[in-house]
């Protein structure tokens, strides 16, 4: 498991450095699990050491939403103050991307796949 706990920290590490060096507007860890999954192609597959480690973390995936729990507690009078305002901007912003993003694929379909993708065939 120190193994693979090492790879994988690894590609973190690498995934930080080219962030900082060469793509400084794409997060570190992005950048790095981009590398772990070009290592896993050339590898042919996930070795099974990677596998089981990564079992591990997923099976206790609950323990990050702790921080977040916290957070929850340490800031409740704010939340109190201004839950009703931070959740209409949630619910605007979510509605505003869906739109956006319809938008935009429906715009590039049009341009980029032949023929009309944005209506249903007809049956002549």
Do not use: C, Y
């Not at 973190?12 to 999954?37: D, K, N, R, T, Y």
């Not at 921080?67 to 931070?86: K, R």
């Not at 505003?96 to 341009?111: E, K, P, Y």
């Amino acid at each position: 498991m120190l193994k693979s706990l090492t790879i994988l920290l690894a590609f973190q590490a690498l995934g930080e450095l080219l962030s900082f060096s060469l793509f400084p507007s794409i997060p570190g860890p992005v950048l790095g699990l981009i590398a772990l999954l070009a290592f896993f192609f050339i590898k042919g597959g996930v070795p099974a050491d990677i596998q089981s480690t990564a079992n591990v973390f997923t099976a206790n995936l609950g323990l990050l939403f702790v921080p977040a729990a916290v957070g929850v507690v340490v800031f409740w009078p704010v939340l109190a103050e201004f839950g009703v305002v931070i959740l209409i901007t949630l619910l605007v912003s979510v509605v505003v991307t869906l739109v956006g993003t319809a938008w935009l694929l429906d715009r590039l379909a049009a341009r980029f796949m032949p023929g009309d993708v944005s209506e249903a065939p007809k049956n002549d």
